[in-house]
């Protein structure tokens, strides 16, 4: 059991690990930048790990590679974006003719539903599901961006399309989508990507049988989404209204400034786009959108974050008390003490990681390389960024020290493979089952 949740584990990190070091290879080429100044390998790197992490933290211009270099970070995002389940159980499944048990527990863990007869079908569904709405979007996108993109139309669709589903956040244009805050038809199509792309495929599944009548009634999994997703857009949406009215969105008129409210509260949640320069907002919507980042999207999505159903589950837990063996009633559905302490755990590692990410960045950038465009809350906020792999920054991405793009390529990893890692169930010793120790006191509170 150990060493096949060791395997498991392995497989993840290696997949990752391969991908962005054939990406660095790749955009280290010549042809690969269009600047005459040759790219710095740690930019390369950079790129790589933020493109196939689906974080959208960006060093250097993106708009400055050549068409082969946008191509490749197209790729990337889309390798990441599906490596997390699908191109992770492809290469457990792809030596033999059927999926081995370890891969069925894989596919298990993050689906929810029965996946031991036909295994290779969800992972084709997955596929062909996020092909589809990928063109789909691709196609919206390229009839938004007519007139304004001259030049490969339909690789910003595509390339847009795709960093929007997968929650990646990378752009080809410099100053990211703020050219089109007021172009209501491009807003709207980035928005359904995002939300799409993050709510999970076994949300979407569900929701889609419930309403072509397959099934009488939606998962739990399915009702916290729906609510939770819904909640967070709705309410953070009109603090940003309220913050920003006078302030950010003051040259905005109203149907644009809810616009661009909205778009705000979805962005942060692991998407990375923003219509609206990140530092030009209130020092509270700045605020708010600490912990939208740090909760991310849904389970078995592009999306990254601690997932809104871990936030759900914690937040019950401390406002409800659990039952008596430490279990939830949700939804008339009891939820069992494992999965709850799970919850909680996967809670307080992201908080360290984050925390350990931030004390780093105030070394390498407060104490070692200081400079006036670098103050402790926009560390806070890369941090939280690179954690939640969601890609805005309060800009200053491209002046971090070495060690802080280290730090920060390290947060991006851990954010997107580390937290899956920890996730997973750890084996339990069948002697621990054997033996029964002493009860202990301890005082709390």
Not at 259 to 287: E, N, W
Not at 395 to 401: A, C, Q
Request: glycine share 8%.
């Amino acid at each position: 059991m150990m060493n096949i949740k060791r395997s498991e584990k392995l497989i993840l990190f290696s997949y990752f690990i391969i991908v962005i070091i054939i990406g660095t290879i790749l955009l280290q080429l010549p042809f690969a930048w269009k600047s005459e100044n040759k790219l710095d390998f740690i930019d390369a790197f950079f790129t790589a790990t933020s493109a196939t992490c689906v974080t959208g933290l960006i060093t250097v211009d993106t708009a400055v590679y050549s068409l082969f270099g946008k191509i490749v970070i197209l790729l990337l995002i889309q390798a990441g974006g599906l490596g997390i389940i699908s191109f992770t159980t492809m290469y457990l499944a792809l030596p033999s003719k059927r999926i081995s048990l370890k891969s069925t527990k894989v596919i298990r863990e993050y689906y929810l539903v029965s996946v031991e007869t036909e295994p290779k079908h969800i992972i084709k569904q997955i596929i062909l599901i996020t092909l589809l709405i990928e063109i789909i979007g691709a196609a919206l996108l390229y009839i938004g961006f007519m007139g304004t993109v001259k030049d490969h139309p339909i690789l910003f669709s595509v390339f847009h399309a795709v960093s929007a589903f997968c929650n990646a956040g990378f752009s080809l244009f410099s100053n990211n989508l703020e050219g089109y805050v007021r172009t209501p038809f491009i807003n709207i199509t980035i928005m359904l990507l995002i939300i799409l792309g993050g709510f999970g495929f076994v949300a979407l599944r569900d929701i889609a049988k419930r309403a072509a009548r397959k099934k009488k009634k939606l998962t739990v999994h399915s009702k916290i989404m729906i609510g939770c997703t819904l909640t967070l857009i709705i309410s953070a949406a009109l603090l940003f209204f309220i913050f920003e009215y006078n302030n950010a969105y003051k040259e905005l008129s109203m149907s644009e400034k809810i616009m661009a409210s909205l778009f705000q509260s979805i962005t942060p949640r692991t998407a990375g786009f923003d219509t609206v320069p990140q530092s030009s907002l209130s020092a509270s919507s700045k605020f708010i959108t600490l912990p939208l980042m740090f909760i991310g999207g849904g389970s078995g999505s592009a999306a990254g974050g601690i997932k809104v159903t871990t936030f759900f589950i914690v937040i019950i837990a401390v406002l409800r008390r659990t039952r008596r063996r430490g279990s939830l009633v949700i939804f008339k559905k009891e939820l069992g003490s494992a999965k709850v302490l799970s919850a909680i755990m996967l809670f307080i590692k992201a908080l360290l990681i984050v925390s350990l990410c931030i004390l780093l960045l105030t070394i390498t950038e407060l104490s070692l390389h200081p400079a006036p465009d670098k103050d402790f809350y926009k560390i806070v906020f890369e941090s939280f960024s690179a954690f939640g792999t969601v890609g805005l920054s309060l800009g200053i991405t491209p002046s971090l020290s070495l060690l802080g793009k280290i730090v920060v390529i390290c947060t991006m990893f851990a954010g997107r493979v580390g937290l899956i890692s920890m996730a997973m169930p750890q084996p339990i010793d069948s002697a621990d089952h054997l033996i029964e120790y002493p009860k202990g006191e301890v005082l709390l509170g």
